[in-house]
């Protein structure tokens, strides 16, 4: 059996190899490094495969996040509702701007932000929200947008773990996550489903003016060279990075199939286990529970152990040779950085429960059969115990 890795990058390289070579030697031979022909294409094919009218590439998904908060002209202290169960950077970049951030519980069938925990936390300073489409899964962006429209809301999507899944609304209408709020963001990390060879991002609208303000602000907010129209940062995607981008993106359909067929066979072997919840979500009109379908991207696998034995689950898997992750181990509202006395306990009941019983399994696009039979049993046994 090959060792197992929690992300194989070399192996899903090796399938492209040859694209990817030739892309970022065309690259070096040209010495186009920076704005190159390879991001204004990437640009063009990733907005056609979106459906979306504006993409703007960045430097890395934390940026996008920052930009696209920077474009719509957020005022310090003005309020930004996001989730607790999430990685840092969402909550980052609200707290860098000056803005405050508002931390809500999650769902506990599909951990994306609570529909209810955003009306509660609503007041006269709030001016945005942040769904983050955790894991893979698309939050509700049907009542997220109703919400909004409801309280004069921006809603800035963060899809930096579902880039490629799909959103179905009530009205029956399909469309791809980070579309449909006012502004997206999402990251191109190496781990990513669709990922570069070191750091990137993008950020993407359908509102032509706030695109041609991010524009600005991607480049020094300059339009022109040496004409600073707006407050700007230096956050560009690098024309390497494009090039890797450009050979993935046809392939990213078929990576996130890949990713859901490792998801079935994962979730077929713990069907009947008490102890352990796998992971659903709510995808159709009829708001029913799927365990895998294509609005699920699994960017990561994630179980609920509920014996109290998923701390010295790791550490077995560990000793067997699986590696896995906590995602995440430590809720937001108690990190040092972002902990307010406004929070009350009360009101993270779910992701305080979630951050004991997380588990997030191997998923990449290369895992075969013996290895996820290897990782199901070895689950099996010690929960079973």
Do not use: W
Request: hydrophobic content about 40%.
């Amino acid at each position: 059996m090959k060792k197992i890795q929690m992300v194989d990058l070399k192996g899903q390289y090796e399938a492209i190899k040859s694209q990817v070579d030739s892309s970022i030697q065309e690259v070096i031979d040209t010495t186009t490094f920076i704005n190159g022909p390879e991001v204004h294409e990437f640009q063009k094919e990733l907005e056609i495969y979106l459906g979306v009218k504006n993409v703007i590439p960045c430097a890395n998904g934390t940026d996008a996040l920052q930009i696209a908060m920077m474009g719509l002209d957020l005022k310090p202290g003005d309020e930004v509702i996001t989730a607790d169960f999430t990685f840092a950077a969402t909550v980052e970049v609200i707290a860098l701007l000056q803005l405050t951030p508002v931390l809500v519980d999650v769902d506990p069938v599909n951990f994306n932000i609570d529909i209810d925990a955003i009306k509660k936390a609503i007041t006269p300073r709030t001016k945005a929200i942040v769904p983050v489409h955790l894991f893979g899964l698309s939050a509700n962006m049907d009542a997220i947008m109703k919400i909004a429209e409801e309280h004069n809301l921006y809603v800035i999507e963060d899809n930096a773990q579902a880039i490629g899944a799909n959103y179905i609304s009530k009205d029956g209408s399909k469309k791809k996550t980070g579309t449909m709020g006012h502004v997206a963001s999402t990251s191109f990390f190496p781990s990513k489903n669709l990922g570069c060879y070191g750091d990137g991002g993008a950020i993407f609208t359908n509102d032509d003016a706030l695109a041609h303000t991010i524009r600005g602000i991607v480049n020094h907010g300059m339009y022109e060279r040496y004409h600073h129209d707006v407050v700007g940062v230096n956050s560009r995607l690098d024309s390497i990075q494009a090039a890797v981008l450009r050979a993935k993106l046809p392939h990213l359909d078929s990576y996130n199939e890949a990713r859901r067929n490792a998801a079935r066979k994962y979730s077929k072997a713990f069907a009947d286990m008490e102890a352990v919840v796998i992971p659903k979500g709510v995808c159709d009109t009829n708001n029913s529970i799927c365990d895998v379908c294509d609005c699920h991207v699994f960017h990561q696998y994630t179980l609920r152990i509920l014996n109290g034995k998923r701390d010295a689950l790791v550490k077995h898997l560990n000793e067997n040779g699986i590696p896995c992750g906590v995602y995440y181990p430590i809720p937001l509202h108690l990190q040092k950085a972002y902990r307010d006395e406004r929070y009350n306990e009360a009101d993270f009941e779910v992701t305080n429960q979630l951050v004991k019983e997380v588990i997030s399994l191997p998923m990449h696009t290369e895992l075969d059969e013996e290895q996820i039979d290897f990782i199901t049993k070895t689950v099996i046994n010690f929960v079973s115990k």
